[in-house]
């Protein structure tokens, strides 16, 4: 009973760990921003992920910067984090007018230090994200980057009531 018990957690864990709905790569990208192992499932869930699946692609890109963040090592953190960011910036390529891609960016951007110097799309991804607000359709992603725009210093009053 205990083995059937074990096995059927070890299954459950490594589907979860392989899902690559963009509601499920939202999520470890929320968690993993705080917590070091949800960075590493991150990572693996994305391992499979194509280039020809843009916005996918581009939560590929994040879970390498994130991966930069939990790295002990300076070579692996510069790596990750400039492999993370070149792609990044590949997926906006493809596609310009996503909304997602650049909240992704944004995020990131935000959030790094600035001697890395990746941090001169802020307001340009900002100002497509606050135009581009009526237009997401995606109740999920429309949550998610209300919840970080609410909790967020980037974001003036002023800003964060135009999403009401």
């Known amino acids: 009973m205990r083995i059937v018990f074990v096995f059927l957690v070890a299954c459950s864990s490594s589907i979860h760990a392989n899902d690559t709905s963009l509601i499920a790569l939202r999520n470890y990208f929320f968690r993993s921003a705080h917590n070091s192992a949800a960075a590493k499932q991150f990572f693996n869930a994305t391992h499979l992920v194509k280039e020809t699946e843009v916005v996918k692609f581009s939560y590929k890109a994040v879970s390498y910067i994130m991966q930069s963040k939990y790295a002990f090592n300076p070579y692996i953190k510069w ?37 890395l110097n990746y ?46």
């Open 119 to 164: 941090t001169n799309d802020i307001s340009n991804d900002k100002k497509i994200i606050l135009e581009g607000w009526n237009e997401i359709e995606d109740k999920d992603l429309k949550s998610k980057i209300k919840q970080y725009i609410i909790t967020s210093d980037a974001f003036t009053d002023s800003e964060k009531n135009l999403l009401q």
């Open 79 to 115: 790596s990750n984090f400039s492999k993370g960011r070149d792609m990044l910036e590949i997926a906006l390529k493809q596609s310009p007018g996503n909304i997602e891609i650049h909240f992704l960016r944004f995020s990131i951007q935000s959030n790094i230090p600035f001697f």
